[in-house]
């Protein structure tokens, strides 16, 4: 939106008769901009760890893949929840996102680390991901269920900071949630 605007500040500048122009004396977009290539840079270093962190420890590369597929999907399904709640992408809800970064993996990795286990005793893959999956599912939710509710108390803050932080904090509990989802199926 704001690239369009300036163009047609231009345009309009190129139309206005001779000693008069248009100029933007401020313009908030060039903060989204710059917070939006943050939350891409966090995203891109979070992974980057997260893959160094999880092969370290595991050594092995298709287990690694596995979590890291759970951070594309709880940001796009915490950006589903957004649209379904009508909340805007703001400096808040970003910073929601980038805090979701760390925690949605969190799901993720523990259920893997317990599939992963199963399967060094001597399980099939798809024996190791039901017997792991049931072993570790009821904490895996209680998990979920604490870090979606630490952020609960922040979406019943009133006023124009409220609104803002009602976003926060639905945003961040929506990615959460998707995550524990994510490691219970997908994982």
Do not use: C, K, W
């Not at 903060?31 to 760890?49: C, H, M, N, Q, Y």
């Amino acid at each position: 939106l704001s690239r369009a605007v300036r163009a047609e500040v231009d345009e309009i500048n190129a139309n206005l008769p001779t000693g008069m122009r248009l100029v933007v004396a401020y313009d908030t977009s060039t903060f989204i901009d710059r917070a939006i290539e943050s939350v891409f840079a966090t995203i891109g270093e979070a992974i980057i760890l997260v893959v160094l962190v999880i092969f370290f420890f595991l050594r092995s590369l298709r287990a690694t893949i596995i979590p890291i597929v759970t951070i594309p999907v709880s940001l796009v399904g915490a950006f589903a929840l957004m649209y379904a709640f009508g909340f805007t992408v703001n400096t808040l809800t970003l910073l929601a996102m980038v805090l979701a970064i760390g925690l949605v993996v969190d799901d993720a990795i523990v259920v893997l680390e317990n599939i992963f286990r199963h399967m060094e005793e001597g399980m099939s893959r798809m024996q190791a991901a039901i017997v792991g999956s049931r072993e570790i599912a009821f904490a895996v939710i209680a998990m979920t269920l604490t870090l979606a509710s630490v952020f609960a108390p922040l979406a019943f803050a009133t006023g124009r900071t409220g609104r803002l932080f009602i976003e926060f904090a639905l945003t961040l509990a929506g990615a959460v949630m998707v995550s524990g989802f994510m490691a219970l199926t997908l994982t």
